[in-house]
């Protein structure tokens, strides 16, 4: 019983881990192979220009995917407390 919830609690973890990070380093990995991309059709190697773009584009995700963030956040935490009030056996 213990071991079923610690598992379920750890692949949680992980799916949770993945929904917050997932949606923000595809669009780093596009705005990246993109930048590349004109940097190598340009071929100009100037390193503010592949730093800035993707600067800007995680600021911008950051805002955008915030309140999802915290959400799931929330979510997570209460449910892992109600879990670790299961597995303790508070009256």
Do not use: N
Not at 59 to 82: A, E, H, I, Q, S
Request: aromatic share 6%; glycine share 10%; with cysteine.
């Amino acid at each position: 019983m213990e071991s079923d919830l610690i598992a379920q609690s750890l692949r949680d973890s992980l799916w949770i881990c993945l929904q917050m990070g997932g949606p923000l380093l595809v669009a780093l990995l596009v705005v990246g192979l993109a930048v590349s991309v004109v940097q190598a059709l340009t071929q100009i190697q100037e390193a503010s220009l592949a730093f800035l773009p993707k600067l800007a584009v995680a600021g911008g995700g950051l805002l955008l995917l915030g309140p999802f963030m915290t959400g799931v956040l929330r979510d997570w935490t209460v449910t892992l407390f109600d879990r670790m009030v299961l597995l303790g056996g508070l009256p």
